[in-house]
């Protein structure tokens, strides 16, 4: 069910496609469904529909699609009644059906098996919690006091009696359901209750009445049912997610200073002896080889990061499309950017305020201070002098920079592409090259040093 409005968000996004983890909401629920190898997964959109299925696509490309995906729209939006019978005509009967919430991003894949484990095809499974305030939920009313006495009813909070508004057990939102059943007790829907909407959780008494087993599944764990419905609770529950993240880290042997100051968005592997100081960010694919450190406040977009490597505070890599790739025990930052397309050698050193984009370093190579090497191929040992750069755009195209092995290139240099230096050779500092140079070669293009003797300056004029 993703067809709800999300008035609380304030937000023109429909509330299923806000972030968590780096990923909207209804993105982790479709994997949920994919983890417990559904058949299908029909997302019931309303509001921003077309928006919802256009991002769906996005996050779930055919190629590799978790589950196929089907939508049915709900328009408008009678209750939640109302959007399950939107899909019926897109359901098999031969099939039990899981209904879940595309607000609901934490359910674990375990917690649906057991679920689907107690429908078995013939009951009616629900997925329940014991709530120290249950206000506005659906409460499990039971045959008797005992806590396995038979259930009778989910009673909408809004319907309920006083008595019934004592009721801890609360419905999650989450249920298994026989499809061919379903379809039978959707038809028998009315409205008639407090709020005017058709309520999914009236099927409990169908059940009841045709003799239908009726299963509560309580867990305890309530972030596996939290729903968001304000920036609040997006909050809430991504440091829920991100703990859990962080916690899996450290049981696989990477120390994290802090666990409560970081964020994963995506996919961080790690190798043996990582070690992750405060505040760093990791989005997309990332992978930490054996023995790599990362800095306080860095951010690595979709990198390679080799063993041994370390990545010193305040650096930003992102490889968008193209990827990073850092090279065996080289060293970055602090204050270095690597943009997409860089890819450093084993060795490689790349200091404060360097930018690299579509550049190939070789082993050994090093760009310390304040330069840029934008689309270039860099030989191993060269040494990139400070404030140097590649001028690689014209306006119109961007061309390539060689430089050679063993190249030494001085501060304040611009080398103007295409350009190759050849090996051994060096730069002086201040040049701007604008043709190849041969190889072992000192090459220098600027104004020639004049001193004129007993220079003097201009003075102030006084007034007499
Ligand atoms: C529902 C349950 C309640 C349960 C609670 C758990 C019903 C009648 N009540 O409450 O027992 O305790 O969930 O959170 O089912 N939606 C639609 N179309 C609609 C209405 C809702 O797609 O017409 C979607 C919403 O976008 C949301 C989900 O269904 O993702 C649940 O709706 P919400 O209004 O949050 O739940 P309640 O009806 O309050
Ligand atoms: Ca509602």
Redesign the pocket.
């Known amino acids: 069910?993703?067809?709800?409005k999300g008035t609380r968000m304030k937000s023109s996004l429909p509330k299923v496609l806000h972030r968590l983890g780096g990923k909207a909401l209804l993105a982790h629920v479709i994997e949920c469904a994919a983890s417990v190898s559904a058949r299908q997964a029909v997302v019931?959109t309303?509001h921003g529909a077309a928006e919802v299925e256009a991002a769906c696509g996005r996050f779930s490309p055919s190629a590799g699609a978790p589950v196929a995906l089907q939508f049915a729209r709900?328009e408008p939006?009678?209750?939640?009644?109302?959007?399950v019978q939107q899909a019926l005509p897109l359901l098999a009967d031969d099939g039990v059906t899981l209904v879940l919430?595309?607000?609901v991003p934490l359910t674990e894949p375990a917690t649906l098996q057991a679920l689907i484990a107690q429908c078995d095809g013939q009951r009616l499974a629900l997925l329940t919690l014991s709530m120290v305030d249950p206000t506005?939920?659906?409460r499990i009313v039971r045959a008797g006091a005992e806590a396995s006495a038979q259930v009778r009813a989910?009673v909408?909070h809004k319907d309920a009696s006083a008595a019934q508004r004592e009721i801890r057990e609360?419905?999650?939102?989450i249920m298994a359901v026989p499809t061919r059943l379903l379809r039978a007790w959707l038809a028998r829907l009315d409205n008639k209750n407090a709020q005017g909407?058709y309520?999914?959780?009236d099927i409990v008494k169908f059940a009841v009445a045709d003799g239908v087993a009726v299963v509560a599944h309580q867990i305890t764990d309530a972030a596996q049912v939290a729903?968001v419905n304000s920036p609040v609770q997006l909050a809430e529950l991504e440091r829920v997610h991100q703990g859990r993240l962080a916690v899996a880290l450290m049981e696989q042997g990477v120390r994290l200073a802090d666990p409560a100051r970081l964020d994963v968005r995506g996919t961080l592997s790690c190798g043996r002896d990582v070690e992750i100081d405060v505040n760093c960010i990791f989005e997309g694919t990332v992978s930490l080889g054996e023995g790599v450190r990362i800095g306080a406040n860095c951010v690595l977009a979709n990198c390679s990061i080799a063993a041994g490597a370390v990545i010193h505070p305040f650096t930003h890599i992102d490889g968008e499309k193209l990827g990073v790739q850092v090279g065996e025990g080289a060293l970055v930052g602090p204050f270095a950017r690597l943009r997409p397309g860089a890819q450093l050698g084993a060795e490689v050193h790349i200091g404060n305020f360097v930018e690299v984009k579509n550049s190939t370093l070789a082993k050994g190579a090093k760009a310390n201070h304040l330069a840029y090497l934008g689309d270039a191929t860099v030989g191993e040992r060269v040494n990139y002098g400070a404030g140097s750069i590649t001028a690689n755009y014209d306006g119109a195209n961007k061309h390539r920079t060689v430089i050679e092995a063993d190249v030494h290139i001085g501060s304040n240099c611009v080398l103007v592409a295409p350009v190759t230096i050849g090996a051994g050779g060096t730069v002086g500092g201040g040049s701007t090259i604008t043709k190849s140079t041969p190889p072992d070669s000192l090459s220098v293009a600027r104004g020639k040093q004049v001193s004129l003797p007993n220079w003097k300056r201009p003075a102030k004029k006084t007034l007499s």
């Open positions: 069910m993703a067809a709800g019931i309303g709900q939006q009678l209750g939640t009644g109302h959007a919430s595309g607000d506005g939920y659906g989910i909408e609360i419905y999650s939102g909407e309520y999914l959780t729903g």
